[in-house]
């Protein structure tokens, strides 16, 4: 199959996933913890790698994972304990951990061939060159693909198993402890699959355009429906757009493609945050106006 | 340790640009950053920094020179309209503010990246370094570069200095800002551009990514040792030259080190050892209070336990062992034990063979605990009017809390009662009816 097809299935994975944990973010107010996790990976992806000695991706989820956690874990600490109001505990933990991160990747440089430019922008185009190895059919379907694709249908189980924990915990958190359901559970939960999206993408499209993948097509959804599911199919639908589109933009311009999907994703918040029937700038103004006329 | 001597005396050319240079952006960065940090608007901050970078790109892409001034407009004009942006999401439409920062700080740094890579892919000589915005270059400073770094850190400082008492005002409460006439909006657009101003000459010493730190963490730091401002923004400005100055040693002791990582592990780690161990605020400190004060309740409560028991028998000069004081009211052994002991040393009781006396000094203090509890419950039967069978919740814990001076008001208030609502004698110790 062809180099591009794998760039964009590649794109459009990683935007699946992260989108459909996004509208979660998003509806919970948390979208900038998610921004947060996905800058404070980084320290425990390098130190898995300089664990495990490979870049294969288990150590690196399990790294992620608790880091992410970790992470969670710190912020609330601060904010609970040592009193600092929310936003700067945010503010204070992603960054050290990112220049930790950093710090490490300098110090052990000649150790691992992972360096601050694939964190920022990604290694996108690579992902078709490295294939399995493994003698049978699956030699054609480059690894990452896999493993991106292994990691979406564990989003979208998690989802489905837990709706009712996530649909109760974020809309009506009273309630669901009153039925016992833990919202401290699904919060972590929730967290963990955070982290490991985020870790699997991150060497595709780069740390920080993550959180893009998280947060806007998610945001674009929530303009346009008020019901939950149609929320998530909307969003991955926006998500697999961007990445088709910002493919082709990259193509002409010669650009970073994770940026240039970053730009689609923007220009299509755009069009909604302007023409989204219900909740758009445009129409509320000028329909509902001849409304109450 | 040549090396840090050399660093120190700033003997090289090029050191004393890169070191004052930084340090002048940390101190003036952290100044800004303090309004930023006090308007709880530390994430927007982090916003600006990453929206900075199309500016950027865009100001080289039309001048084709990596001239700082132009790249400066640039960064500026950017930051501002994400501000700008963020604000028109979370008011015109149904996306929260949390949301809207996110969305314009990957948007914009989606873009800036993407400007950037289509930059490198031009193959412009000039562009080179151009990346170095992503994590900051601090060496690359040079001489002409310092001198404007000082031009605009010294209208970021005059301003706020100028402006100082009308900042604190919109930062603390702006509806009375707004009511003693203040030009609250006016004012907030002014602390909003030297935020991006700050935010646009900081990223050439730590960079975008991790401006966020630079502009609030020395704040959040300072925040921990002091509730006065002007001492709050100079603190800050400490601490912020301080980790600049760490960050450009290590650089340069390390050229391959970056700068901007190591200045914002400085000012965390600064931020982390001011949370543990700040005296007033710190969370080490608050929590050895907390214990002393449950350990005095303990001691306190042992001592009534003594008190009632000799009540109970008319003689409170018997020696006690902890089973007898556990029958009275039951508390773990070793939290028994470890009370008595502080209680011997205290010079309160003493320990013979396994019991316990209370000495004279017990005696009194044992008095004075029962006596708070009762004439609390006195208090809170007579003038709370709460039943007798209600009152004794209230005054178990009142008790630990009473000072001397409230004790006495409590006493001439209730004018010295014999007894307490269940008919116990309240026990005055002689000398205490003054």
Not at chain 2, 240 to 269: L, Q
Request: hydrophobic content about 55%.
């Amino acid at each position: 199959m062809s180099y591009s097809f794998w760039i964009i299935l590649t794109g459009a994975l990683v935007a699946s996933s992260c989108a459909l944990l996004g509208c979660f973010l998003v509806l919970r107010k948390m979208s900038m913890i998610g921004d947060a996790i996905s800058h404070a990976v980084l320290p425990g992806i390098v130190i898995a790698f300089l664990i495990s000695g490979s870049r294969s991706s288990l150590p690196m989820l399990v790294g992620a994972a608790l880091v992410g956690v970790l992470t969670t874990f710190l912020i609330e600490f601060i904010s609970k304990k040592a009193r600092m109001q929310n936003d700067a505990a945010i503010g204070l933990v992603f960054t050290f951990l990112f220049a930790v991160g950093i710090i490490l990747l300098t110090v052990f440089a000649d150790k691992m061939d992972l360096d601050a430019d694939c964190v920022l922008h990604g290694e996108i185009l690579f992902v078709p060159l490295d294939l399995f190895t493994t003698g049978t059919f699956l030699d054609i379907v480059p690894r990452k693909i896999m493993i991106l694709f292994i990691v979406f249908i564990v989003v979208v189980v998690a989802l489905f198993i837990g709706y009712k924990g996530f649909l109760l915990t974020t809309f009506d958190p009273f309630y669901a402890v009153s039925i016992g359901i833990s919202s401290v559970l699904w919060h972590y939960v929730l967290m963990t699959l955070v982290s490991m999206v985020t870790v699997v993408s991150f060497e595709s499209v780069g740390a920080i355009l993550v959180v893009a993948f998280l947060v806007v097509p998610a945001a674009t959804a929530y303009l346009l429906t008020d019901n939950l599911k149609r929320m998530l199919v909307y969003s991955v639908l926006v998500g697999i757009l961007s990445s088709v589109l910002g493919y082709g933009l990259a193509k002409q311009l010669d650009s970073s493609i994770p940026g240039s999907m970053t730009a689609v994703l923007g220009i299509l918040f755009l069009l909604a945050f302007l023409l989204a029937p219900k909740y758009g700038l445009l129409p509320r103004k000028f329909v509902f106006k001849r409304d109450r006329l | 340790m040549k090396d840090f001597f050399d660093f120190l005396t700033l003997s090289d050319a090029n050191v004393r640009y890169v070191v004052l240079g930084v340090m002048l952006l940390g101190a003036s960065t952290a100044v800004v950053g303090t309004f930023t940090f006090l308007r709880k608007k530390s994430l927007v901050g982090d916003a600006v920094a990453h929206a900075v970078l199309p500016g950027i790109c865009l100001a080289f892409i039309f001048s084709q020179v990596k001239n700082p001034l132009v790249l400066l407009v640039g960064a500026f004009l950017s930051g501002w309209l994400s501000i700008l942006s963020i604000d028109f999401i979370s008011k015109r439409s149904r996306i929260k503010a949390d949301a809207a920062i996110a969305i314009v700080l990957t948007v914009f740094f989606g873009v800036g990246i993407m400007l950037l890579s289509y930059i490198q892919s031009t193959g412009n000589a000039a562009q080179s370094g151009i990346d170095h915005f992503l994590f900051g270059q601090a060496a690359a400073l040079v001489g002409q570069d310092v001198f404007m770094l000082a031009l605009v850190c010294s209208v970021l400082v005059l301003a706020v200095w100028l402006l100082f008492k009308e900042f604190t005002l919109v930062s603390f409460d702006a509806d009375y800002a707004q009511a003693i006439g203040l030009p609250v909006r006016a004012l907030e657009f002014i602390l909003s551009t030297l935020t991006v101003l700050a935010i646009a000459v900081g990223i050439q010493a730590v960079g975008v990514v991790l401006m966020a730190a630079m502009l609030i963490t020395p704040a959040a730091a300072a925040r921990y040792w002091t509730n006065k401002l002007s001492f709050l923004v100079m603190l800050a400005a400490l601490f912020g030259a301080g980790s600049a100055w760490f960050g450009s040693y290590i650089s340069y002791s390390a050229p391959k080190m970056p700068t901007g990582p190591w200045i914002i592990i400085a000012v965390t780690v600064i931020a982390f050892v001011s949370m543990t161990f700040a005296p007033e605020r710190g969370f080490y400190f608050k929590w050895l209070r907390k214990k002393r004060k449950a350990n005095t309740t303990m001691d306190e409560n042992i001592l009534k336990i003594f008190f009632h028991l000799g009540e109970n028998e008319k003689n409170g000069l018997v020696a006690r062992s902890i089973t007898q004081l556990q029958a009275r009211r039951y508390f773990d052994e070793s939290k028994m034990r470890a009370s008595l002991k502080r209680l011997c040393r205290a010079g309160k009781v003493t320990e013979n063979k396994n019991r316990w006396l209370l000495t004279e000094e017990g005696i009194n203090e044992s008095k004075r605990i029962a006596r708070l509890h009762r004439l609390w419950e006195m208090y809170m039967s007579k003038y709370l009017k709460i039943p007798a069978d209600h009152v004794h919740e209230g005054a178990e814990s009142l008790e630990h809390f009473f000072t001397p001076k409230l004790e006495a008001m409590l006493e001439e208030q209730l004018d010295y009662p014999e007894t307490d609502p269940h008919d116990k004698p309240i026990p005055y110790v002689k000398n205490n009816r003054s």
